[in-house]
T-cell receptor
Framework: GIQVEQSPPDLILQEGANSTLRCNFS?????LQWFHQNPWGQLINLFY???GTKQNGRLSATTVATERYSLLYISSSQTTDSGVYFC??????????FGPGTRLSVLP | NAGVMQNPRHLVRRRGQEARLRCSPM?????VYWYRQLPEEGLKFMVY????????ESGMPKERFSAEFPKEGPSILRIQQVVRGDSAAYFC??????????????FGQGTRLTVV
């Protein structure tokens, strides 16, 4: 099955800093989403982005499907950005496979 | 439009009891997925259902676990004779069409099962 890697595994930032999270996948995908799991365990949709670039406020994402990676950019980070960021991909005939996540801690 | 609703949010069961987890998909969504998250780990696929049909149960343990999505009512994940290793967060997601075709899925808040 498809393999999903995320980097870095852990990230500590000062409030106001910018960061880039990466998701690599081993095969062609028809579906890719980024999620934020907050400290209370809720999974929040960030982007549905099987290809291209999207922006939503301080967050943006880019997926280069031909090169099998996606990037999540967080600018001017805030303490409420803390949590675990997951990417999940689905190839044809398969359901979502989640990456191991990037644990982000934003310090005040 | 309410999101994916899961209940209960927290469930405590003694070893050997049964656990029933419920998931109501978003309005207009007929595809439901169950995922399990063990402590400090990522989410693992369990089962994919469409109304009255199990489409893919390749991630379900062979014994004690079952799932259904009846014509009327929520999807149910049932765990019989629970053991301590079943303690985890169970998430349900729904989508309007199959994920493989390219569609956005939405997750519920999860049910946190604790087996004592």
């Amino acid at each position: 099955g498809i393999q999903v890697e995320q980097s870095p595994p852990d990230l500590i930032l000062q409030e106001g800093a910018n960061s880039t999270l990466r998701c690599n996948f081993s095969d062609s995908v028809n579906n890719l989403q980024w999620f934020h799991q907050n400290p209370w365990g809720q999974l929040i949709n960030l982007f549905y982005i099987p290809s291209g670039t999207k922006q939503n406020g301080r967050l943006s994402a880019t997926t280069v499907a031909t090169e099998r990676y996606s990037l999540l950019y967080i600018s001017s980070s805030q303490t409420t950005d803390s949590g675990v960021y997951f990417c999940a991909v689905a190839a044809y005939g398969q359901n979502f496979v989640f990456g191991p996540g990037t644990r982000l801690s934003v310090l005040p | 439009n309410a999101g994916v609703m899961q209940n209960p949010r927290h469930l405590v069961r003694r070893r050997g009891q049964e656990a029933r987890l419920r998931c109501s998909p978003m309005k207009g969504h007929s595809h439901v997925y169950w995922y399990r998250q063990l402590p400090e780990e990522g989410l693992k696929f369990m089962v994919y259902l469409q109304k009255e049909n199990i489409i893919d149960e390749s991630g379900m343990p062979k014994e004690r676990f079952s799932a259904e999505f009846p014509k009327e009512g929520p999807s149910i994940l049932r765990i019989q004779q629970v053991v301590r290793g079943d303690s985890a967060a169970y998430f349900c997601a729904s989508s309007p069409s199959p994920l493989e075709g390219g569609t956005e899925a939405f997750f519920g808040q999860g049910t946190r099962l604790t087996v004592v």
